[in-house]
């Protein structure tokens, strides 16, 4: 009995695994990305919690914000890899042997497509209005002493 020929040649499969390889590093990223997050804004909640201030609260939101784009950086990269591993995968795709090159992806993953996705979303917008939630706290608290 004959096997089937691979379409797929090795330096293909090493291709694919130095692909992977840097998916797998951008996860980590977005990961780590997550915890500086949710160590800083803690910081500040666990503040706001003592001394509820408006300026504390809305200062709050610029960690936020940065880490909220920051991770949204990684996702896109993720995402754009996650494309060429595909087309290099795909015989049907030409793509040069060993191309780490995703500038062709850009136009498929925007960014406002992954800032505003359901991951992101979930997680920094509901650390957002928590924050905002404070500061419509600690305004109501000034207006009401």
Do not use: C
């Not at 096997?3 to 130095?18: D, N, V």
């Not at 990305?33 to 509820?52: C, E, N, P, Q, R």
């Not at 928590?130 to 009401?144: E, M, Q």
């Amino acid at each position: 009995m004959t096997q089937p020929s691979s379409s797929i040649t090795p330096e293909e499969i090493k291709h694919l695994e130095f692909i992977q390889a840097v998916v797998t590093r951008l996860g980590n990223g977005s990961f780590l990305i997550k915890g500086w997050t949710m160590t800083a804004v803690g910081i500040f909640f666990g503040i706001l919690a003592s001394h509820l201030s408006w300026k504390i609260a809305a200062t709050g939101l610029i960690p936020i914000a940065g880490f909220w784009l920051l991770d949204s950086y990684y996702l896109r990269q993720e995402r754009l890899f996650r494309r060429l591993y595909e087309d290099v995968r795909n015989p049907a795709v030409e793509v040069s042997l060993f191309s780490m090159n995703v500038q062709p992806y850009h136009s498929a993953v925007p960014w406002k497509g992954v800032v505003m996705s359901r991951t992101m979303l979930n997680f920094y917008a509901t650390l957002a209005a928590v924050d905002v939630a404070f500061i419509g706290g600690a305004l109501v608290k000034a207006i009401v002493s």
